[in-house]
């Protein structure tokens, strides 16, 4: 059972600032990617970044492109997504994901991958 705890939500103004954080437990070993995904009202589940772990490259939607950085300390076995200038259409759920797939797969966007999931964090962005 993999575990993921995410926290760091929160309400800010448009051009803001936040920090999200994802800390995984449990096997959380036996995955070897980790995503962020979010969910706005009434429109599916995106993903909106992913890290390989073991090397360290990440992939980006192209909606948060140069604004989201994904990143991870392996020691605490965290993931963070900082998220700048932030717009009023980054609001949504926002949830932490592990999954062990291939280096190619660890996508936003890939698809037929079984991921693990946090209970997931709100973001309000308010312009």
């Known amino acids: 059972q993999v575990r993921l705890v995410e926290s760091g939500g929160g309400s800010v103004q448009a051009g803001g600032s936040l920090r999200l954080s994802c800390a995984a437990s449990?096997?959380?070993?036996?995955?070897?990617?980790m995503g962020w995904f979010r969910q706005a009202p009434g429109k599916e589940r995106e993903g909106v970044a992913t890290?390989?772990?073991?090397?360290?490259?990440?992939d980006y939607v192209d909606s948060v492109k140069g604004r989201y950085t994904i990143s991870q300390d392996n020691d605490k076995r965290t993931v963070y997504l900082q998220m700048n200038s932030l717009k009023p259409e980054d609001t949504g759920m926002y949830y932490c994901?592990?999954?062990?797939?291939?280096?190619?797969?660890?996508?936003?966007?890939?698809?037929?991958?079984?991921?693990?999931w946090g209970q997931g964090t709100q973001v309000t962005v308010s312009s």
């Open positions: 890290i390989y772990t073991p090397r360290g490259n990440t």
């Open positions: 449990g096997y959380a070993a036996v995955t070897n990617c």
């Open positions: 994901a592990a999954a062990a797939t291939l280096e190619g797969l660890c996508r936003p966007r890939s698809r037929g991958t079984s991921w693990y």
